[in-house]
Structure formats: C-alpha cells, structure tokens
C-alpha cells in the first residue's frame, strides 16, 4: 500500500514516463502476440498447401492417361502421372531438371518443331500436334490446354496409332477407287473415241445411200437404220456422261443464255409431237425482269429434254406445261424456277426415292415398252447439283407429275448480252453451200475422209486430204495464198495432232495463216474439248460423228460474220 501511494505520489515528470513505459511493454507484448499467431497460420497454411500438393500429386500422378501440367512462370513440369513416366522413360526428378530429355526421345525434329510451335501459341483453344516416338512404333495426339488463370499449360497425350492405320487403310481404299475412277474414265472416254470414229463412217455411209435411193423400196431400211444408229449414239453418249460426272470431269460452259429463246426452242421442239398425240401443250414465262443470264444452255436444254420427252411418253390424254418463273433478283444473280407439268401415268411414291439412281426404272414393263438406258434422270439430277441447283419431283400414280427445277444464276452483263443478241438474232445461213470452195482436210481414218470428200463433192467443194497434222502444214505452206477456204482438222492423228497442226499453222510467216478459218472434226465431244480447240486457234468444232448439214450452216454463219 504504502508502495503505491509512493507511486502516485511520484512528481509529475516520474508519472508520465511510468504510463508510458507501462504502454509500451503492453503494444510490445501484443506484438509479440501477433507474430506467434501469423507464424502459426503460416505453418499451417505451409503444412495444409503441402498436403493439398501431395494429395494433388498422389490424385495426378495415378490417372492412367500420359500427362503431364506445366506450369509457365518458370517453364517447370510440376506434375506428371505413371503413365507419362512409363512411356517416356523419364522420373519426375529427369523431366524437372532436362526439358530436353522430352524432346530427345520424339522422331527426328519433331521435338523441336514442338516446342518452337508450342511457344508461338497463344493460348486459346487447345494446341494439338500429332508425334511419334522413338523407341515405340506407335503415334500420338499431344494435345495443350491452358488453365483459366493463365498459370498453367496440361500436356496430355492420345495413343492414335489404330486411328492413323485405319485413316490409311481408308486413303488407300480411296485412291484405288480414284485410280479405278480415272481408269475407266479414261477406258470410256478412249472407247467413246473408237466407237464414234467408226459410226462416223456408219452414219456418213447411210447418208450416202440415203440420198441415193431416194424413192427406193430400200430407202425405209436407211431410214430405219439412221434411227438406230442415232438411238445407239445417245446411249454412247448417257453412259459417257454418266462415267465423266462420276469422274468429276464435266466442265460446264459459262455463257449467256436467252431465257426466252430457250423457251421458244423447247416449244419449237415439242409441240407438233405433242399435239400430235391429241394434248395440249404450252411454255409459259411469268414474272420476269430478266432475260439473260450465265450458264451452260446446252446443259440446261438437255435437262429440260429429258423432263419433256418423259412427259410425252407417259401422257396420252391432258397437257404437258413448261413454266418458266422467276423468283428472286438480288444484285447480279437471280433465282429461277423451271417447271415441267404433265397430266401423265405419274409414279409410285416408293420409286421417287430411287428416281435418280444410275439404271433405275420404275418396273421391267416401263423398259421394255418405252426402251432407254435409265441413266437420263441420273445425268439430269447430277448436271443440275454442278450447276448449284436442285430438283424436285411431285407425283402421284394416275395424277401425273411435276418436275420442277431450282436454279441461281449470274445476269449477263449488258455487253454480254448484247453480243448473245447479236450472234441469235442472226438468221443462219441456209443459203450457203460449198460450192466453188476448196477445202484442206486433215483426216487419217481413210473411210471417214471418203465419206467426207463424197459428201463435200456433192455439195460442190473440191477437197484436198492430208493423212494428218504434219502432211496438212506441208500442204497449206506449199499452196498459194488464198487456195483454200477453210480447213476442216481431225484431233487425234499420228505424227502430229489436230491442235498442235492449228498452232503451227497460225504461227507461220503469211498473212493467210492468220486468218484462214480452221474448224476441228473430232470425236472428242465434251465443252473442255471445244474449249481446247478454240484455245489451239481454231475457229469451231465439230463433233462426230458429223452432222454435215449442221456443219454446212454454222460454217455459213461464220464466214457470213466475218
């Protein structure tokens, strides 16, 4: 007691300087307090973080797929699973230290195309490379996903060495197929050739004896013969067709195309038939701005063919209706509709969903009473997909059909147009003949060339064969400027080819060389074909077997424009 009294009645400066030391050891003792307690917290977040690792490590490193988690701040695998350690080879402790020991054990550079692909990534998606290994026959699928924060990258890797052998085994299998597609191809498109040399004569010789026997009994037989003969070259040609779109080898011609003038021609081609038969028949264009646009017309026309010549065959009594619409015009395309309406047998419903496969007819009774080679519909539906449109078919057994034709195509230009106009609008030369002309002919087959001279000398021309495209050079170069009117070129000859004979022509040092009209006879039939000849410097081509009265007025036609 008296201590404190002492205490309290210490002088003024002695009191204060005790309160404060008194503060102090407190504030220090709290200190004191809070550093134990933070050291603590530290130690057991240490201890709980070191657990949480090893649980991690424990939960990482017992999944059974090769991985591993990369942790970016100081390019160090943190973790890795047994699995990643067996195919590799390597411990936790070899990876940590050597990055490289990875890479040393993939193929030749592939470990450092990895990494240097790997650094250059930016981290979003998943970063896949396939790798192979260099102790171990099989393939695999490195595959890299960053984590949401950014920390960390998870190699992970697929065994897809079965997925590769059958992904061979399937290129394989497709490249047979493609090398068989191209062998009977070109099989097909060398038989067209030797198949239409010779029908060439055929028809060329029916030609002669028809002109002949004029008034004859026998006159009906050529007739008939000349039917046939044209029956056989369709078929020729529906299969030839068929192999080249199957081939992908069918190039379509962009051109202007007069919608209306190809309405008026499908009406000019049925009608009278049709009518014949006691229906009604009509083309009707409805709702058009439009008149041209950009295409293969002879690929149209041949589709629009096969519709009509089905409905006049199934059609005994109602109409068939051609309707042409368009659709919708947005910049420099327009969409049209092409419709082909008959009041027909029509078709099961179960037969439209085998409709355009290749040979197939409704039934054997179909076949055999209205013949073909089931391959029209094939084709047709085919050459509409290569021009970007589609086809729909409504029918119903006694009702008849529709089919109907979706297409969207460029406008022509007005420049385009205008020439197409210009070039249509002009009536074709029936009034030319060959007489007076001289004609240079490049022919090896020495039926057709007869048969040529035979036909050609009626008409009044006189004709000089050449054996092919060597003899042909020779023989323009030795002549006179002016001699000859035109040249008509076979394609495929010995020693020198139609094409190459044209471009050595056309280089030659003489005015006429440059402007003397050369147009191909060639069993070679297809757009790629003309484009060819027209590239070679030709002026025109003309397909065999020759349609010489075809022939006569288009080359009428060109000379009349030059």
Not at 259 to 280: H, M, P, W
Request: aromatic share 10%; proline share 3%.
């Amino acid at each position: 007691m008296s201590a404190m009294v002492s205490f309290f009645q210490l002088p003024g400066t002695y009191h204060i300087q005790a309160v404060l030391l008194l503060l102090e050891l407190f504030f220090a003792f709290q200190l004191l307090l809070w550093q134990i307690r933070l050291k603590r917290k530290k130690q057991n977040l240490a201890e709980k973080s070191k657990n949480r690792n090893l649980f991690y490590q424990m939960y990482f490193t017992e999944l059974q797929t090769p991985q591993f988690l990369f942790r970016r701040k100081d390019q160090n695998p943190v973790y890795q699973t047994n699995a990643f350690s067996e195919l590799f080879g390597l411990s936790a402790t070899q990876f940590q230290t050597d990055l490289l020991s990875f890479s040393n054990r993939l193929v030749k550079e592939q470990g450092r195309k990895f990494w240097k692909q790997y650094q250059q990534w930016d981290g979003n998606g998943v970063y896949e490379q396939e790798l192979a290994l260099s102790e171990t026959p099989n393939w695999y699928r490195l595959s890299v996903k960053r984590s949401e924060d950014g920390l960390y990258d998870l190699f992970q890797f697929t065994d897809i060495t079965k997925e590769r052998e059958e992904k061979a085994e399937l290129t394989e299998r497709l490249n047979d197929a493609a090398e068989s597609s191209r062998s009977k191809t070109a099989f097909l498109s060398k038989m067209s050739h030797e198949i239409r040399t010779p029908m060439n004569g055929i028809i060329g010789m029916l030609t002669l004896a028809h002109a002949q026997l004029h008034g004859h009994v026998a006159e009906s037989y050529i007739s008939k013969a000349e039917n046939l003969s044209a029956y056989l070259l369709s078929v020729l040609n529906d299969i030839l067709d068929m192999s080249r779109i199957e081939a992908g080898k069918v190039e379509l011609a962009q051109k202007p195309i007069d919608l209306t003038a190809l309405a008026e021609k499908l009406r000019d081609l049925f009608q009278k038939n049709v009518e014949a038969k006691g229906i009604a028949f009509s083309v009707e264009m409805q709702d058009f701005d439009v008149r041209y646009v950009i295409g293969d017309e002879l690929r149209l026309s041949q589709v629009l063919v096969n519709f009509l010549s089905n409905a006049q065959k199934f059609t005994s009594q109602g109409e068939i209706k051609v309707i042409f619409r368009q659709l919708l015009r947005e910049a420099d395309k327009v969409s049209i509709m092409i419709r082909v309406h008959d009041t027909g047998a029509g078709m099961d419903p179960n037969f439209l969903n085998r409709i355009f496969l290749p040979f197939e007819q409704e039934s054997a009774d179909t076949a055999k009473q209205h013949g073909g080679s089931g391959l029209g519909m094939a084709i047709t539906d085919n050459l509409v997909r290569l021009m970007g449109g589609e086809i729909v078919v409504e029918s119903m057994p006694g009702k008849g059909s529709d089919f109907t034709v979706y297409l969207t195509l460029p406008i022509a230009s007005e420049e385009e147009a205008a020439l197409d106009s210009d070039e249509k609008t002009m009536e074709p030369d029936a009034e030319f003949t060959y007489a007076g002309c001289h004609i240079l002919m490049a022919e090896d087959n020495e039926i057709n060339a007869e048969i040529a001279v035979s036909i050609l000398e009626e008409a009044g021309a006189t004709v000089d064969v050449a054996e092919n495209g060597q003899v042909v050079q020779e023989m323009f170069a030795e002549k006179p400027e002016g001699t000859y009117n035109f040249i008509l070129m076979d394609i495929q000859m010995p020693l020198v080819d139609g094409r190459t004979a044209a471009r050595q022509i056309r280089a030659m040092n003489r005015p006429d060389a440059q402007t003397i009209p050369i147009f191909a006879l060639s069993a070679d039939a297809f757009v790629e074909d003309q484009r060819r000849s027209l590239e070679s410097g030709m002026n025109g081509h003309f397909s065999k077997p020759i349609d010489f009265e075809k022939m006569r007025i288009e080359i009428g036609n060109y000379l009349r424009r030059r």
